[in-house]
């Protein structure tokens, strides 16, 4: 990896497509200010407003850990229906504190707006739970609030997540504008990990600090296809000497010819980097995962420590969804140097939809 790989991106553009309704492909550093999909056209957009419902889905997830915990939470509009979900793990005692899910309908009580970035506004508020993601247009930190009650956590202790995650100081985002096979058209994504995390989490009947912790941020927007599917591996934690880091990590998504999320965060640079492979036995998720790329950068392997899932078989609708968290270990070999990944924390993922 030379440094001058690094150059190779360019600035995220103003918009997502053109003056003309042409998608603007790329992998690009820094932050999109909207994802603007009603501005696609041609061939690019859905004819009709029944496919835009149908395909237009949208997702943000969030992930923040230390030495001893690791939490996240999504929001998940995919056009007729909403859900979300949250989990909270002890990395110390290997035990989950905490995993909820909930469905509902689009809307008011179901948010996900268009600014992936700087203004972003993201809620799911139902009966007993609440979630919230908050950026405002001058802000430099992610606002987050997680607030489940007893009665849906099915124990005798609340999940309340109050925290943040600081953008300023950090490397920058990586944005992704890639076309869709099949059925769809474009997807966009804003992936950005090795923030720092402040605020304090309570699960399980135990108080964590999340103060010196590290996190990132997924935000995804497009027009997809109805059978998408794909492996993933979002990873946040610092190596030895406490440099933050971070891996963004995806095979069967977002890949053509000129487009790849795939992406290192060390300290305050942003490296791209080439395929992943992923290694593993989807009916045994709970065995170790071997992850790689192909430039050589990333070689890891992962060691799940609880799986949540979201299986649903509702015939016209059938979603595969799961996600393995735990700790990552291997090497990063960055400008000739070895860095070395040790009990990082981390999550993959493997998932079959049919929407």
Not at 111 to 130: C, D, M, Q
Not at 235 to 240: E, N, Q
């Amino acid at each position: 990896m030379t440094p001058e790989r690094e150059l190779t991106l360019m600035l995220a553009p103003a918009s997502v497509a053109t003056a003309s309704g042409e998608p603007r492909f790329g992998t690009y550093h820094g932050e999109l200010p909207e994802v603007d999909l009603q501005k696609l056209s041609g061939r690019w957009a859905p004819s009709a407003a029944k496919d835009r419902l149908l395909k237009r889905k949208r997702w943000h997830y969030t992930l923040a850990a230390t030495r001893e915990v690791l939490a996240l939470f999504a929001v998940v509009d995919v056009g007729y229906s909403a859900n979300a979900f949250a989990v909270a793990m002890d990395l110390k005692e290997r035990r989950v504190l905490c995993d909820v899910s909930f469905l509902g309908a689009p809307g008011p009580l179901a948010e996900v707006g268009n600014r992936p970035g700087a203004g972003l506004s993201v809620s799911f508020r139902t009966l007993g739970g609440r979630m919230t993601a908050q950026r405002g247009a001058e802000d430099e930190r992610y606002r987050l609030r997680v607030d489940v009650s007893r009665l849906r956590t099915g124990s005798l202790q609340t999940f309340q997540w109050d925290g943040s995650l600081l953008v300023a100081g950090g490397a920058p985002a990586l944005s992704v504008i890639a076309p869709v096979e099949g059925d769809g058209f474009v997807n966009v994504t804003q992936k950005r990990s090795g923030m720092l995390a402040f605020g304090t989490l309570e699960a399980g009947g135990k108080r964590f600090q999340l103060d010196g912790g590290v996190g990132g941020t997924d935000y995804t927007q497009g027009y997809l296809a109805r059978h998408t599917a794909w492996r993933w591996a979002f990873v946040a934690g610092r190596l030895a000497d406490g440099t933050p880091v971070g891996l963004n990590l995806v095979e069967g998504f977002n890949v053509s010819s000129h487009t790849n999320e795939n992406a290192l965060w060390l300290g305050n640079r942003l490296i791209p980097l080439g395929r992943a492979s992923f290694e593993y036995d989807r009916q045994e998720l709970m065995k170790p995962w071997r992850l790689r790329t192909d430039d050589g950068v990333v070689d890891l392997s992962f060691q799940p420590l609880h799986v949540h899932r979201e299986d649903h078989d509702f015939k016209v609708v059938v979603s595969h969804f799961a996600q393995p968290l735990g700790l990552f270990e291997g090497t990063v070999r960055v400008d000739g140097h070895t860095h070395v990944l040790s009990a990082v924390p981390g999550v993959t993922e493997d998932q079959d939809m049919l929407w």
